[in-house]
């Protein structure tokens, strides 16, 4: 896809910034083996809730049961000028991907704000900003430090303060199924794979998912 290769260039800036920070190959290994694990043994979402662009609150966990699709989920902030937007683009053309596809009742995008500034509103202009379909692509923040961190932790994400009321952080596409496990991670310039798992895993017979407590 052409798309993909017109925004690498953009993104690798911003994911070479965190490349200091880790052990160079020796933390990238880590973490190859960390998504292997993961697509060899998916992991559940600790319990969290999540603020979405409405203004309702509730737990993520039922959030996917509801909707029932699989999810390709990124991170970012509201007020990221640099690779979220990036990433926020590459979201953008994986919308425009899943209806051309007609693969809008399978498959949903949901980026999720680790930013405990982010509210409703924040996150209603956002998804406006970057021409989100609500009923494909979701904008949802944490609403709770401990539990923000868990998630953070599990989906391999580091978060690093910077001037100005910034972050630096990595970036990848999870994918996560309605009952709310993490089965697979890839890299932002695999979103055509990730967009083709994700169809494999949305047509593969899934057991029935109990609503369960919320």
Same mark, same amino acid.
């Given at each position: 896809m052409? $798309?993909?290769?017109?925004?690498?260039?953009?993104?690798v800036?911003?994911?070479?910034?965190?490349?200091?920070?880790?052990?160079?190959f020796?933390?990238l290994?880590?973490?190859?083996?960390r998504?292997q694990?993961?697509a060899a043994?998916p992991?559940?979402?600790?319990?969290?809730?999540?603020?979405?662009?409405?203004?309702?609150v509730?737990?993520?966990? %039922?959030d996917?049961?509801?909707d029932?699709?699989?999810?390709?989920?990124?991170f970012?902030y509201t007020?990221?000028?640099? +690779?979220c937007?990036?990433?926020?683009?590459l979201t &953008?053309?994986?919308?425009?991907? /899943?209806?051309?596809?007609?693969?809008q009742d399978? /498959?949903?995008l949901?980026? +999720?704000s680790?930013d405990a500034?982010?509210?409703?509103d =924040?996150?209603?202009?956002?998804?406006a900003?970057m021409?989100?379909d609500?009923g494909? $692509? %979701?904008?949802l923040?944490l609403t &709770?430090?401990?539990?923000?961190?868990?998630l953070?932790?599990q989906?391999?994400l580091?978060?690093?303060?910077?001037?100005?009321? &910034?972050?630096?952080?990595?970036a990848?596409?999870?994918?996560?199924?309605?009952?709310?496990?993490?089965?697979?991670?890839?890299?932002? =310039?695999?979103?055509g794979?990730?967009?083709k798992?994700?169809?494999?895993?949305a =047509?593969?017979?899934?057991?029935?998912v109990s609503?369960?407590?919320?």
């Open positions: 052409r $798309w993909v290769f017109a925004l690498v260039l953009s993104l800036a911003g994911v070479g910034a965190l490349y200091g920070l880790t052990s160079g020796t933390a290994t880590a973490e190859t083996a998504r694990a993961i043994r992991q559940v979402l600790p319990p969290v809730r999540v603020l979405d662009a409405a203004g309702g509730l737990p993520l966990q %039922q996917l049961r509801r029932g699709r699989v999810a390709i989920v990124n970012f007020r990221c000028n640099a +690779l937007l990036a990433q926020g683009s &953008e053309q994986l919308q425009q991907a /899943i209806r051309a596809e007609g693969l399978k /498959i949903r949901i980026s +999720l680790f500034r982010d509210r409703a =924040d996150l209603a202009r956002y998804g900003r021409g989100a609500p494909i $692509w %979701q904008f923040t &709770e430090a401990d539990s923000r961190q868990a953070l932790d989906f391999g580091v978060v690093v303060p910077a001037p100005l009321g &910034e972050f630096e952080h990595n990848a596409l999870h994918l996560v199924t309605p009952d709310g496990r993490l089965v697979r991670i890839f890299d932002l =310039d695999e979103p794979l990730a967009l798992t994700a169809q494999a895993l =047509d593969s017979p899934r057991p029935a609503e369960g407590p919320s």
